[in-house]
């Protein structure tokens, strides 16, 4: 199994632009989180799906930050209008049936907006 | 509204030497605890988790934690730290009422040769 896949690995982009963020789950998880990592703020979870239903938005920080899930092995975060303020590092994870027992996460999106 | 603190941003500890990384929790309910591992430019890694039953949880890795319900915590443990454990640890509480996985900041450990 190749674990949760996020690409890209990093992102450099400019003030304004859009920017989005992919992840590849786990084959046969049917939950998935979008978390966000700063050294201020921490971890943060943004946004999670199960069967590919967005459950809880409550931590996406604002109309800029949107997320889908068009099927199983597939899920996007996008920020438009990208910000400075942005810049984090992002990681998918998921986890099976029976939710937050075991998360795996990818190896996360470095995203530096200039 | 469930959560966990680590109080220790970063532990120093000397290689072969036990080590503890602390973590208090703060739950109503039975709480659902978990401890992750970040290493440099990589994922979470989950080590383990206490769910009910024996308050001694053994992980990966060699470590272990024990949970103490006076006490509300849960610290991470490990008898001989070696270099390699040097990395960002995070404890976790599942929140029953939204099924969230709810972080602690994370503690930096620093085990030198």
């Known amino acids: 199994d190749a674990g949760v896949i996020q690409s890209p690995r990093h992102e450099v982009t400019e003030m304004g632009q859009e920017v989005t963020l992919r992840c590849k789950p786990i084959s046969g998880h049917d939950y998935l989180f979008w978390y966000r990592q700063t050294m201020m703020r921490g971890l943060e979870l943004l946004i999670y799906?199960?069967?590919?239903?967005?459950?809880?938005d409550s931590g996406m920080p604002e109309d800029r930050f949107s997320a889908k899930m068009p099927n199983a092995s597939f899920s996007t975060l996008k920020i438009q209008p990208s910000e400075p303020r942005d810049s984090a590092v992002y990681f998918c994870?998921?986890?099976?049936?029976?939710?937050?027992?075991?998360?795996?996460f990818g190896s996360g999106t470095q995203l530096s907006v200039l | 509204a469930q959560s966990v603190a680590q109080p220790e941003d970063q532990v120093n500890v000397a290689e072969g030497n036990p080590l503890t990384v602390k973590c208090t929790y703060s739950v109503s309910g039975n709480p659902y605890l978990f401890w992750y591992v970040q290493y440099p430019n990589r994922g979470l890694q989950f080590l383990l988790k206490?769910?009910?039953?024996?308050?001694l949880v053994k992980g990966s890795y060699g470590f272990e934690a024990e949970f103490n319900k006076s006490q509300t915590s849960f610290h991470l443990k490990k008898p001989s730290a070696l270099v390699s454990d040097s990395a960002l640890y995070f404890c976790a509480v599942r929140d029953i009422e939204t099924d969230k996985l709810i972080f602690g900041t994370g503690t930096r450990l620093q085990v030198f040769p």
């Open positions: 206490y769910i009910t039953g024996d308050n």
């Open positions: 799906f199960n069967n590919n239903v967005p459950i809880d």
């Open positions: 994870a998921s986890t099976g049936t029976g939710g937050m027992k075991k998360l795996f």
